[in-house]
C-alpha cells in the first residue's frame, strides 16, 4: 500500500538533511581554513 | 529491483511566478536541472568559440590572428569555461532533473540552497570573461593567461585577468558545494521505502562519490588561489621563491584538487551509463554492486594520486614510482567499470538509438583515453610526452569523449522524459557521427604532434608540424559547428514533437520511468515503495 508524503515525515527528512548539511558545510571551512596553520 | 507505485494524481496548477520571477526563485528541482542544462549549454558554446579562434590561429604556422597573449587567455578560459561553467553545471542538471526522480522523493532535500546554487552561477561566468570585454575599451590587459592550472610565479605577476578568475573559481566553488551538499543529504534522507544503498540506482551513486569529493577538494584550491590571492596583494610569499616560498607547493595543491576533478566530472557519467547500456541492450545491469565499488575505489584513489600531473618538476624518485603506480592502479577499477558495462551488452537484444550510439562512442573513445593515461602514467615516458599536444588529445579523449559525449548520452536518453516529447532521431544520428568523426579528425593528429615534440600552449610552430595542425584545425571546426545540430534537435523538441509515454524506451527500468512525461510539478507526492 503506497502512502502520500505526510509533512511530519518530510520534515523529519529535511531537519536531517539541515543538520548534516551544516556538518558537511563546517568539513568545507575547515579544510579551507586548515592551510592557514600548517608550517612549513 | 520490483517497484509497487501509483501513479500520482494531477496535481492543481502551483502558484507560479510569471516570467522570469518564476526562474529566479524557484525551488523545484525540475526547474533548477533545466536552468543548469541551459547554462551549461550556452558556455559550451562560448567555450566552443574560444577554442576556434586558438584552432584558426594555429591552422598555420606563424602569427596569423591574434597576439600570442591573446591566445593564452583564449586557452586558459577555455578550460576553465568548459571545465566549471559546461562539464560541472551540465552534470549538476542531470542530478537535479533526475536523483529525485530516481529515488522517489518528491524534490531535494534543500530547495532554496538549490536555487542559490545556480544562481551564483552567471556572475561568476560574467567574472570570468568580463576582462575580455574591458579589455576592448582599454581597461586592463585582458583575461586570465596562465593556463587553466594558475601555475605560480606567471599567476602572481599577471594582470588583472587573474584576479578576476580567482573570485570567479572561488564563487563556482561555493556553487559547487552547495550543490554536493544537497545531493549527499537527498541521496541519504529523501530515498523511498525499500530504496536501500545498494538498490540506489548507479548514476546517483556516482554523483555520491562527486560530491564527497567535491567536498574533499574544492577547499583545497580555494585555499590555493586565496594564497595566490594574498601573494599578489597583501605581500605574502606561500609560492615567491624569493620570499621563502615555493612555486611548486602550488602545483600540488592545484593538482590535489585538479586530478580528483577528472572523476568529478567523469563520476556522474559513468553513472548514467549503465542505465542506457542496460535499456538498450534489454538487460539488467551487469555488476551492479562491483561499479558501486568500482566507484568507492576511484574515488579513493583519485585524492592520492594528484602528482602524476607533475612528474617533470623534480621529485623525489620514490614519490615518483608512488605517484606512477598508484596511477596506474586507478586502472584496475576502471577496468571493472569497463567489464560491466562491455558485459551488460553481451549477447543483449541491442538497437542503436542515439543515446546507444553516445553511449557505445564513449566507451570505445573513453577506452583510448585511459590507455593513453597510462603512458602518461609512467614517469620515463612522461619525461618526453610533458607539456606535449600528446597530453592535450590524452585529455580531450577523457573529458571531450568521456565527459561531454557523457552528457550528450544523457541528454539524448532523458531529454524525452523532460519535455515530453521524442527528438529527431535522424538528427540525433547525424549528430553523434559528425561528432564521432571530427572528434577523431581533431584529436588523433595531435596525438601525433605530441609524439613529434610539439609543446602545448604556443601560438606558432615549427614547418614540420604544419599538416598535422591544419588537419586538427578543419576537424575542431566540423566539431564545433556540428554541435549546433545538437542544439537545433533539443529546442525543436523542447517546443513539441512526437508525444512519448512515461517509459520512454521499451528497455528502461527504474522510478523514474513510472512517472509521466514530462513528470508532474511534485515529483513524486505518493511514497513509491522498491520491494
Redesign the interface.
Not at chain 2, 513524486?524 to 515503495?529: C, D, G, L, M, Y
Given at each position: 500500500m503506497n502512502q502520500p508524503f505526510t509533512e511530519s515525515d518530510l520534515e523529519r527528512r529535511r531537519a536531517a538533511s539541515r543538520r548534516l548539511g551544516w556538518l558537511l558545510g563546517a568539513i568545507v571551512l575547515a579544510i579551507y581554513l586548515i592551510g592557514m596553520f600548517i608550517k612549513r | 529491483m520490483s517497484i509497487?507505485?501509483?501513479h500520482p494524481a494531477e496535481h492543481p496548477a502551483e502558484e507560479y511566478h510569471g516570467g522570469w520571477m518564476r526562474w529566479l526563485t524557484t525551488t523545484n528541482h525540475k526547474d533548477i536541472g533545466t536552468m543548469y542544462m541551459t547554462f551549461a549549454l550556452v558556455m559550451f558554446f562560448v567555450g566552443g568559440l574560444m577554442i576556434l579562434g586558438v584552432r584558426a590561429e594555429l591552422f598555420q604556422p606563424g602569427l596569423q590572428l591574434m597576439k600570442p597573449e591573446f591566445f593564452n587567455q583564449l586557452i586558459g578560459v577555455h578550460a576553465l569555461v568548459m571545465i566549471f561553467g559546461a562539464l560541472m553545471p551540465a552534470a549538476t542538471g542531470f542530478a537535479n532533473w533526475m536523483i529525485p526522480l530516481m529515488i522517489g522523493a518528491?524534490d531535494m532535500?534543500?530547495p532554496r540552497?538549490n536555487n542559490w546554487g545556480f544562481w551564483l552561477l552567471p556572475p561568476a561566468a560574467i567574472l570570468l570573461t568580463l576582462p575580455f570585454t574591458l579589455a576592448l575599451f582599454g581597461i586592463g590587459d585582458g583575461a586570465l593567461a596562465t593556463g587553466w592550472t594558475f601555475y605560480a610565479p606567471l599567476s602572481v605577476q599577471g594582470g588583472m585577468g587573474v584576479d578576476f578568475a580567482i573570485l570567479a573559481v572561488h564563487i563556482l566553488g561555493i556553487s559547487s558545494?552547495m550543490g554536493?551538499?544537497?545531493i549527499?543529504?537527498?541521496i541519504?534522507?529523501?530515498r523511498a521505502p525499500g530504496m536501500t544503498m545498494m538498490k540506489l540506482p548507479l548514476f546517483a551513486w556516482g554523483w555520491l562519490i562527486t560530491a564527497f569529493l567535491l567536498?574533499?577538494t574544492?577547499?583545497?584550491l580555494?585555499?590555493a588561489v586565496?594564497?595566490l590571492l594574498t601573494d599578489r596583494h597583501f605581500g605574502t610569499h606561500f609560492f615567491d621563491a624569493a620570499g621563502g616560498g615555493?612555486p611548486i607547493?602550488f602545483q600540488h595543491?592545484f593538482w590535489f584538487f585538479g586530478h580528483p576533478e577528472v572523476y568529478i566530472l567523469l563520476l556522474p557519467v559513468w553513472g548514467l551509463i549503465p542505465h542506457v547500456l542496460s535499456t538498450f541492450s534489454r538487460k539488467p545491469t551487469y555488476g551492479h554492486t562491483a561499479q558501486i565499488y568500482s566507484f568507492i575505489a576511484i574515488g579513493v584513489l583519485s585524492v592520492v594520486v594528484w602528482a602524476h600531473h607533475i612528474l617533470t618538476s623534480g621529485m623525489p624518485v620514490p614519490a615518483l614510482i608512488y605517484f606512477m603506480f598508484s596511477t596506474m592502479a586507478i586502472s584496475l577499477p576502471l577496468a571493472v567499470l569497463f567489464f560491466c558495462w562491455i558485459a551488460t551488452m553481451w549477447k543483449g537484444a541491442m538497437t542503436f538509438e542515439t543515446p546507444m550510439l553516445f553511449a557505445v562512442g564513449f566507451i570505445v573513445l573513453f577506452g583510448i583515453a585511459g590507455l593513453t593515461g597510462l603512458v602518461l602514467a609512467d614517469v620515463a615516458a612522461d619525461a618526453q610526452y610533458h607539456h606535449s599536444y600528446f597530453v592535450v588529445a590524452h585529455f580531450h579523449y577523457a573529458l571531450f569523449a568521456g565527459g561531454i559525449m557523457g552528457v550528450m548520452t544523457g541528454v539524448y536518453y532523458w531529454l524525452p522524459k523532460w519535455t515530453g516529447h521524442m527528438y529527431s532521431e535522424k538528427l540525433g544520428k547525424l549528430h553523434f557521427w559528425l561528432t564521432v568523426l571530427s572528434f577523431n579528425l581533431t584529436f588523433i593528429p595531435q596525438f601525433f604532434l605530441g609524439l613529434a615534440g610539439m609543446p602545448r600552449r604556443i601560438p606558432d610552430y615549427a614547418l614540420q608540424f604544419a599538416e598535422f595542425n591544419a588537419i586538427s584545425t578543419i576537424g575542431a571546426f566540423i566539431l564545433g559547428f556540428s554541435q549546433l545540430l545538437f542544439a537545433w534537435n533539443i529546442w525543436r523538441c523542447v517546443r513539441g514533437g512526437p508525444k512519448v509515454e512515461s517509459r520512454v524506451w521499451e528497455g528502461a527500468e527504474g522510478l523514474e520511468w513510472e512517472l509521466s512525461s514530462p513528470p508532474p510539478h511534485h515529483s513524486?507526492?505518493?511514497?513509491?515503495?522498491i520491494k
Open positions: - | 509497487a507505485t501509483t518528491p532535500a534543500l540552497l558545494i554536493s551538499i544537497n549527499i543529504v537527498t541519504f534522507n529523501m567536498i574533499a574544492l577547499p583545497v580555494a585555499g586565496t594564497m615555493d607547493l595543491l513524486w507526492e505518493t511514497q513509491p515503495v
